[in-house]
């Protein structure tokens, strides 16, 4: 303890390094731990400087940084003080007592109408996450993935970058990635277009968001395949539309039901290449029904194209954009189900009409997308290099799925049936009537399988019981120790 002109003061010890930085932190701890008590006045910097035989400048520094921090005061023509309250009992986070826990579920939120609706799909679907899951669904061959190329590329594109090249990114993104995209899809999906027409968006989630921003209005109807994917449900059912469920089979979505049942449709969400999540591919027959309804009755067409890119034997299916020659489709493309699950950039391709508008909704969502990604997945598309991880994953994913079917007719004959498609990246499995569809997801989760039920993605209860296998994240010894896993579960 150190007294001097009678007042008692705790003894400061200084470690080595800077007497400044020290003595911040030693008068720091003793305000921490209590010596220091708050209001306590301080000595003055000169006392401080012949207390303890220091320079009168530490001390002064110490304590500007102290009052900075908020554990020091000063008042003038009085002196310094520690502070009333001290900035660490400010950030203590203390436990609310139990009674006082609102129940979110009975609380008037006064949220939109629309999101209420949302929130009770999320809760009944009840979808499970982790990616590491045997049979996750929508999950591409991560495990192919060419890290170290990209991860070359990306360092070239930063060292070459110079600040003209940020004038290339705008609202529609990277100009020279629309370029490389637009000659990519012309040559392998036989789409109609130019580098002008071409969206770049964060995901296939967020050309949903954009085309019902600019196309929708509250009420307006919207065909959706039944069963069909969840996630555009919930995009079109927060934008006020009315949901329009359309039968679908192994030829895909049933134009003529459609057109029977909701003839006053403004958007038609369709998965032609491979109906998710059945697997189906839309006829020609109903391609060019669909595109001459939508023509005659002024309806878009949004054509969710993805997964074309795992086709296995047969060859490619042209897109109904190629097809469209009234300009109705709106395109969507991902990378992520041929990269991984976080790469989240996308494409759209929309009429020539309409980019003024896009570009305006794409502003207003985000302003524009990542440059340093588009960059790179440029050069990744324009030097080859995606095109031949295609083909490379296209191999992969034919191998695995017969890996998977042939498991399931070795352990499973009697309990799952299952009808191989020529594309995709996952198999429904229809069960048998002994064996309940929400027994086994229950069982799979215990054992981490992240198999999906079939009623998840239906708006009406399913006359069938069926459950989602992916299979393209997994080795082919990985996917047949699943197999044998789920039938030990129905077993």
Request: hydrophobic residues 40%; charged residues 20%.
């Amino acid at each position: 303890m150190i007294k001097k002109n009678g007042a008692s003061f705790p003894g400061l010890l200084l470690k080595k390094g800077k007497i400044k930085e020290q003595f911040h932190q030693v008068l720091k701890e003793l305000i921490l731990n209590g010596q220091l008590k708050s209001g306590t006045k301080l000595p003055s910097s000169r006392t401080f400087s012949e207390m303890m035989s220091i320079s009168r400048n530490s001390v002064i520094s110490g304590f500007e940084r102290l009052v900075d921090e908020g554990y020091l005061m000063t008042k003038k023509g009085s002196g310094t003080y520690v502070s009333a309250i001290i900035p660490d009992e400010m950030i203590h986070i203390r436990p609310i007592p139990h009674q006082h826990h609102v129940d979110d579920k009975n609380a008037d939120l006064n949220i939109n109408p629309n999101m209420k609706v949302m929130l009770s799909n999320w809760r009944k679907s009840s979808p499970y996450k982790g990616h590491n899951l045997t049979f996750n669904i929508g999950v591409g061959c991560t495990d192919l993935f060419p890290h170290e190329l990209w991860g070359r590329l990306l360092g070239r594109i930063w060292r070459q970058f110079r600040d003209q090249d940020w004038k290339l990114n705008e609202p529609l993104g990277f100009r020279p990635l629309r370029l490389a995209i637009a000659d990519y899809v012309r040559t392998t999906r036989g789409l109609n277009c130019n580098e002008k027409q071409i969206v770049i968006v964060n995901g296939t989630q967020q050309a949903m968001n954009l085309a019902a921003q600019v196309l929708l209005q509250k009420d307006d109807e919207v065909w959706l395949d039944e069963p069909g994917y969840d996630g555009a449900l919930g995009v079109f059912t927060a934008m006020g539309a009315k949901i329009c469920p359309v039968i679908s089979d192994k030829f895909g979505m049933d134009i003529a039901y459609g057109i029977k049942h909701w003839p006053n449709a403004k958007m038609i969400f369709t998965s032609p290449s491979h109906q998710f999540p059945l697997g189906g591919t839309l006829s020609l027959s109903r391609r060019m029904a669909l595109l001459d309804w939508a023509a005659e009755n002024k309806t878009w067409i949004f054509e969710d194209d993805y997964n074309s890119e795992f086709r296995y034997t047969a060859p490619p299916i042209q897109a109904l954009q190629g097809l469209d020659t009234q300009h109705r489709v709106i395109y969507a493309g991902s990378f992520s189900k041929m990269m991984f699950p976080e790469f989240r950039l996308g494409f759209l391709v929309i009429p020539n009409k309409l980019i003024e508008s896009f570009k305006v909704a794409k502003y207003y969502a985000d302003t524009r997308t990542s440059y340093l990604e588009q960059a790179t997945l440029a050069a990744f598309i324009s030097e080859g290099h995606y095109a031949r991880h295609v083909r490379r994953v296209r191999k992969a994913c034919y191998e695995r799925q017969r890996v998977v079917i042939e498991a399931i007719q070795c352990y499973l004959p009697a309990s799952i049936r299952v009808e191989p498609t020529d594309s995709g990246i996952h198999i429904v499995c229809w069960l048998s009537d002994s064996l309940n569809e929400q027994d086994i997801i229950d069982k799979c989760r215990q054992v981490g399988l992240g198999a999906q039920p079939l009623s998840r993605y239906c708006q009406t209860r399913p006359t069938d019981q069926a459950i989602l296998l992916g299979f393209a994240a997994h080795s082919p010894s990985e996917l047949v120790a699943g197999i044998k896993t789920l039938a030990q579960i129905i077993a």
